[in-house]
């Protein structure tokens, strides 16, 4: 999937049904892609519109319509939001996950002491 990304100038993931976490799109913005998502599900909290990517309703043909010629337009935009996306994504990453649940058991040891 990365070399496939790497080429890639943004990337859309245009659901009509919810999405819990998709994993191609953390995959994606691993990549430093600017991403066009629907909101719906857990969407939203990976994509915040106008920082981290643009979100459009699901299912709205017109909404996608806008967004993709909007990226297509603009090479600030699709520069400023696939650095942001990046960056974001590293909040998902292994590591940071670990470090995340290494804090919690950390809280519940001492609140138990």
């Known amino acids: ?53 643009l979100l459009v309703p699901g299912g709205d043909v017109e909404a996608l319509s806008a967004a993709l010629r909007r990226l297509c337009i603009d090479v600030d935009l699709r520069t400023t939001l696939g650095m942001a996306s990046r960056s974001t994504a590293r909040h998902y990453s292994w590591p940071a996950i670990a470090d995340q649940y290494m804090a919690a058991y950390n809280d519940a040891v001492a609140a138990r002491q």
């Open 1 to 53: 999937m990365p070399s496939l990304l790497k080429g890639s100038t943004f990337f859309v993931l245009p659901s009509i049904a919810d999405e819990v976490l998709p994993m191609v799109l953390l995959e994606a913005m691993t990549a430093g892609l600017p991403v066009i998502a629907s909101d719906l599900g857990g969407v939203p909290e990976l994509v915040t519109n106008d920082e981290t990517g």
